[in-house]
């Protein structure tokens, strides 16, 4: 999983949006990949090739007659490379790969990849809806090539409609999607992230230390390896993640109802959410004013339901429900007793208050549980990769 060590090409023809592919190649560079870039000559109007060469640390191909390492420069590249990204794809770019037409280093490149290719439209509103321009679209799609589609917005010659090259991130996204192994492709998984908040008065709440990082990175790393995901949130600062169906909610009866609308058509149910245990029993309308006489403030509390148990109890035999324990002593003996009472098949459990594991951090330690006694240690790391360790031994887990 991940872009680390993998051989990219990144294709750059001549739109106003190649400033857009100097961000992505920086994105990649910094996920590990290893990439060469290819230009357009008229890429180069635009973007300078030495920009390209410094950040890539790569000679750039630009020219098939050009004195470089190889007298077939194109076709060791194109034999090297595990995938093919174009951004931008101008119209002429795309009707000369439809039909095969090699008059140029890229193009001459492209046509010796066997690999996963992916272009990137990039033009005019009325360019891109042009029949012709649509009917070249529909033929590199049927041949196999992904075709990201371009936003929606203002473009460079003023016009506002569809055309707009998407933004480097979500690109980068797309593109690590489409190298990801489909491995959950036809699994449909519900999951919940973040803290719940349980209201004191129009300003105020009860509420945790949750980010919803881990969460969010299970939701991620799901829908990239083909899963139909449904993802329910509560208040976090982050978008979520691409692809995945959104729900977001605030408190605990909020997401309880969000949960058993969509439980039953889930194959695998994952707990990540730090669910408030109580809720204030009768929160004001109005915001609670200081008062003169007394500096103390009494807020009756009564429980909450408890979704992850409530779940383990109406699972089915063919559902596999995953909880999440944030504890702070007594890891192993809280995680069992929780996989006992509530009815579950796995839980991944982590001490937090420390600054490299648990809430807020990038990373995380865990440990999985599972009903049958077993352990398996997740050590620190990233929490995108513990995110994959954890769908991996899903998948070992479900056969």
């Known amino acids: ?8 090409l990144l294709g750059v023809t001549g739109g106003i949006a190649a400033y857009k592919s100097v961000e992505l190649l920086r994105l990649m560079k910094k996920a590990g990949a290893n990439v060469h870039v290819a230009m357009s000559r008229a890429a180069m109007e635009f973007v300078g090739k030495t920009t390209f060469e410094v950040l890539s640390e790569n000679p750039v191909l630009t020219d098939l007659w050009e004195d470089t390492h190889s007298s077939v420069t194109h076709i060791d590249i194109a034999t090297s490379v595990d995938a093919v990204i174009v951004a931008p794809a101008t119209a002429n770019f795309i009707g000369k790969f439809a039909h095969g037409i090699a ?18 439209p990039s033009m005019n509103t009325d360019m891109y809806q042009n029949i012709r321009v649509q009917r070249n679209l529909d033929i590199l799609e049927q041949d196999g090539v992904h075709i990201l589609d371009p936003d929606d917005g203002v473009l460079a010659c003023k016009t506002v409609g569809t055309g707009r090259l998407p933004e480097p991130w979500f690109i980068f996204d797309r593109l690590d999607a489409l190298l990801t192994q489909k491995d959950l492709a036809g699994k449909k998984i519900l999951l919940t992230a973040g803290p719940t908040v349980e209201a004191i008065d129009p300003v105020r709440y009860v509420s945790n230390h949750s980010s919803g990082k881990m969460g ?3 939701a991620r ?13 509560g208040p976090v600062s982050f978008d979520p993640p691409v692809g995945v169906e959104f729900i977001p909610v605030e408190s605990c009866d909020q997401m309880a109802d969000a949960v058993f609308s969509h439980l039953g058509a889930a194959d695998i149910i994952i707990k990540v959410a730090a669910v ?17 006489d007394s500096n103390d403030l009494s807020i009756s509390m009564t429980e909450n339901m408890d979704i992850l148990k409530r779940v383990g109890d109406l699972k089915t035999e063919q559902q596999f429900l995953v909880g999440f324990a944030a504890e702070t002593n007594d890891l192993e003996r809280h995680a ?14 982590n001490l937090v208050g420390t600054e490299d594991s648990g809430f807020k951090a990038d990373t995380n330690k865990v440990k999985l549980f599972f009903k049958d ?4 240690d997740i050590p620190l790391m990233d929490k995108n990769r513990v995110a994959h360790i954890l769908l991996d031994t899903i998948i070992e887990q479900t056969g």
């Open 221 to 233: 790393a799901a829908e990239r390896r083909g899963a139909s995901v449904t993802l329910v949130s």
């Open 1 to 8: 999983m991940g872009f680390k060590n993998l051989h990219i």
């Open 103 to 120: 008059d140029d280093a890229l193009l001459t490149t492209m046509l010796a990849v066997t690999t996963p290719i992916m272009i990137c």
């Open 373 to 376: 006694g077993a352990s398996k």
């Open 336 to 349: 069992l007793a929780k996989i006992k009472k509530k009815n579950l098949d796995m839980i991944a459990a």
């Open 216 to 218: 969010y990175a299970v």
């Open 276 to 292: 408030a245990d109580y809720r204030p029993i009768d929160p004001s309308t109005l915001k609670i004013k200081k008062t003169q």
